[in-house]
């Protein structure tokens, strides 16, 4: 069982910083990239960001290109998105997920899924 833990979160102003973490555990954790998606109220859950574990290449949508950054930690087993200049269209509960294979912008090839943390943007 692989168990994927988000932290992070929080209430924040516009213009401001947050930095997200994913920790992953579990007895195998057989993982090629880990991903960030997003869901805002009313709206489908929606690609952020990917990493991929072994060489760090790093993938952004465009809706954060230039402002979010992701990273991993191997030897943790943990991946972060930092975040700045945040927006209130920012405002969603963000999800960490693995994934076995290359396709990184498609929620649907995503095998595990944290539980999800909240990010408030105010204006």
């Known amino acids: 069982q692989v168990e994927l833990v988000e932290s992070g979160g929080g209430l924040v102003q516009a213009g401001s910083s947050l930095t997200l973490s994913c920790a992953a555990s579990?007895?195998?954790?057989?993982?090629?990239?880990m991903g960030w998606f997003r869901q805002a109220p009313g709206e489908e859950r929606e690609f952020v960001a990917a990493?991929?574990?072994?060489?760090?290449?790093?993938y952004y949508a465009d809706a954060v290109k230039g402002r979010f950054t992701i990273s991993r930690d191997n030897a943790k087993n943990t991946v972060y998105l930092q975040m700045h200049n945040l927006k209130p269209e920012d405002t969603a509960v963000y999800y960490c997920?693995?994934?076995?294979?290359?396709?990184?912008?498609?929620?649907?090839?995503?095998?595990?899924w944290g539980q999800g943390t909240q990010v408030t943007v105010s204006s």
């Open positions: 990493v991929i574990w072994s060489t760090g290449s790093a």
């Open positions: 579990g007895r195998t954790f057989n993982s090629y990239a």
């Open positions: 997920a693995s994934t076995k294979v290359g396709v990184l912008r498609l929620r649907g090839l995503y095998d595990y």
